[in-house]
């Protein structure tokens, strides 16, 4: 059996004990049920990952002896931007957990035009805390070793890509970050295979990838998007579900640069 995955933030490469925050502490003596000398494995979230064994649990802090730090799994070459539209109640939790185990590297809950999300619902001090509670299990659970930043709401004008339309662009077409947005076939230029195919952008360095909520995008948000140098792409003829449209784009993304 695997050893089980626990996230150590502060760990780091010089410790060799590492007293594990309040909430792991818990799961490791109370839900693992956890005894002196079980091994675990912790990463920090960023990318490190160290094998190391339990040294005391009981009533008062848990600790971990560090062994060695180990090679994690590999992260994707290229740095992915998922930003979607509010989705209603647990489809939310769908898309961060998905896209956490598909190497996304940074999730941004947009407000758009046809968002059905009520504003007391995404403006919760707890939503955006469930939200990285449910990053960190997908990447415990998928053996990731980074955990995707997660930005608080921001109105779909107000994303920084469309906001600063006017940046300069890097004279390398490998270090400009794309623009990719999910539209209905009609308003497509192309089939998001095809796109990240190379016939119109090579493998980038980083790239951000717009999703729709369950009403789609208003007229005004694609034409900021296409003014901005937004690539309008399409995933074939059938409607998808909102939650569902992030693992396939990614996944035909890594299918087409290579992971």
Request: aromatic share 4%.
């Amino acid at each position: 059996m695997a050893a089980p995955r626990i996230l150590v933030p502060a760990i780091g490469p010089a410790d060799r004990i590492v007293t594990l925050p309040d909430g792991e502490a818990h799961h490791v003596a109370r839900v693992l049920r956890a005894a002196v000398g079980d091994e675990v494995s912790m990463f920090d979230g960023r990318g490190r990952e160290w094998i190391g064994r339990v040294s005391s649990v009981g009533s008062g802090p848990v600790t971990v002896d560090v062994l060695h730090e180990t090679t994690p799994a590999a992260e994707p070459h290229v740095r992915l931007t998922l930003a979607i539209g509010l989705l209603k109640g647990e489809q939310m939790d769908t898309v961060v957990r998905d896209a956490t185990m598909l190497g996304a590297s940074k999730i941004v809950p947009l407000v758009t035009a046809h968002v059905a999300v009520p504003s007391r619902a995404w403006k919760s001090t707890t939503v955006l805390e469930r939200w990285r509670r449910v990053a960190i299990a997908s990447a415990k659970q998928c053996g990731r070793a980074v955990v995707p930043e997660i930005v608080p709401v921001v109105r779909f004008a107000d994303f920084a890509p469309f906001a600063a339309p006017d940046q300069p662009v890097a004279a390398d077409s490998r270090l400009r970050e794309p623009i990719l947005m999910c539209v209905e076939p009609r308003l497509a230029a192309r089939a998001v295979d095809k796109t990240a195919a190379g016939e119109k952008i090579a493998r980038p360095v980083a790239a951000i990838v717009l999703v729709g909520p369950e009403g789609g995008w208003s007229a005004e948000e694609v034409e900021q998007a296409r003014s901005a140098g937004a690539d309008l792409i399409h995933l074939g003829p059938r409607t998808l579900r909102a939650e569902t449209v992030p693992t396939v784009v990614l996944t035909a993304l890594w299918t087409a640069w290579g992971w």
